[in-house]
């Protein structure tokens, strides 16, 4: 199966779970940046959860298939349409041969995902099918898709092929869909779980109390690699010198402007700037789906209670993959 690009869009990329194991040597992590959508989108069509999909930033896309396919399409609600009917999402879909795949504007978040069935053809790099686009390494050619480009599909597997011939005899999509609710939240104001960073406390008590009681905005200077915040500046009790270190997703850095800079799924793999908090894993893919301007209550949270939101996540996953099963089955 084939899909030929006609319009790449603000930024489309293929991702993954993302390239672990060499930020050593100073390769980044990459990935998608919504890991939730990704792994849904998945398991949607019956693909591993790690198998790369096509993330679309924003708007602009637009895609058609030279043959009949098996995609689910989820994250943020870009205005999806199949031959200018809106499409379904958070379900198996079949699009058939010749049709045109759009996203048309934002209505709520800022990216979604395309996985289809057997995975798209590239090769992995580094373990990974995610697109290093600074390094142009990965995903389709090691760049963002360009108007023109056809992606190849790889072998359905036994599951995507029962899925595949149930839609193809009907005349409808399926009737049902995913809750992403507990999984994401798509809106524009939101609070957003913090735990403590490695310099937190070399903060002034004000700036500690600023973090966790008032808004923050997120600017125009937002993109794979990190978000710029705009809110009450954040202060060093006292200036010291600092050597570089680890970051990963969701580091909160400050730098000498006193203006929060969140670190997103491209970020490098160190850093020389305070760190003042850490974003939980589990609200990680929230923060992906804002757009500039979006308002963020940061809330302090334990590490103890991170950790279990992330596996309430992990177990809402888990109900997702069965529940999926049973309805292929009956």
Excluded at 132 to 154: C, M, N, S, W
Aim: aromatic share 8%; charged share 25%; hydrophobic share 40%.
């Amino acid at each position: 199966m084939t899909v030929k690009v006609l319009n790449q869009g603000l930024l489309t990329s293929v991702q993954d779970l993302g390239r672990y194991g060499s930020q050593k040597y100073g390769v980044i992590v990459s990935g998608a940046m919504d890991k939730y959508s990704l792994r849904v989108a998945n398991l949607l069509v019956g693909n591993p959860e790690k198998e790369g999909v096509l993330e679309i930033t924003l708007l602009g896309t637009s895609l058609q298939f030279e043959k009949d396919a098996l995609i689910a399409i989820t994250g943020g609600d870009l205005l999806a349409t199949i031959n200018n009917e809106k499409a379904s999402t958070w379900r198996p879909i079949l699009v058939r041969k010749g049709s045109v795949l759009q996203f048309q504007s934002p209505l709520k978040g800022c990216r979604a995902y395309i996985a289809f069935a057997g995975g798209i053809a590239v090769p992995e790099v580094m373990g990974s099918k995610s697109t290093y686009l600074r390094a142009e390494i990965g995903g389709f050619k090691g760049r963002a898709l360009q108007k023109e480009d056809v992606l190849e599909f790889g072998e359905m597997n036994e599951f995507s092929t029962s899925l595949f011939h149930k839609l193809e005899k009907s005349s409808e999509d399926f009737t049902w869909a995913v809750n992403y609710d507990a999984l994401i939240n798509l809106q524009q104001t939101q609070t957003i779980r913090v735990i403590r960073g490695t310099e937190f406390d070399r903060f002034d008590d004000e700036s500690k109390k600023n973090l966790f009681n008032e808004p923050y905005t997120l600017t125009t200077q937002a993109d794979r690699m990190g978000y710029r915040m705009e809110g009450r500046p954040l202060s060093l009790a006292k200036e010291f010198e600092m050597l570089s270190e680890g970051v990963t997703q969701g580091t909160i850095q400050v730098p000498p402007n006193g203006q929060p800079i969140i670190l997103m799924a491209d970020r490098q793999t160190t850093g020389g700037y305070p760190k003042i908090g850490q974003i939980i894993s589990a609200d990680l893919p929230s923060m992906a789906q804002l757009q500039p301007t979006a308002k963020i209550y940061f809330k302090e949270v334990s590490l103890e209670e991170a950790e279990m939101e992330l596996l309430k996540k992990e177990q809402i996953i888990n109900e997702i993959k069965i529940g999926i099963r049973f309805k292929e089955l009956y």
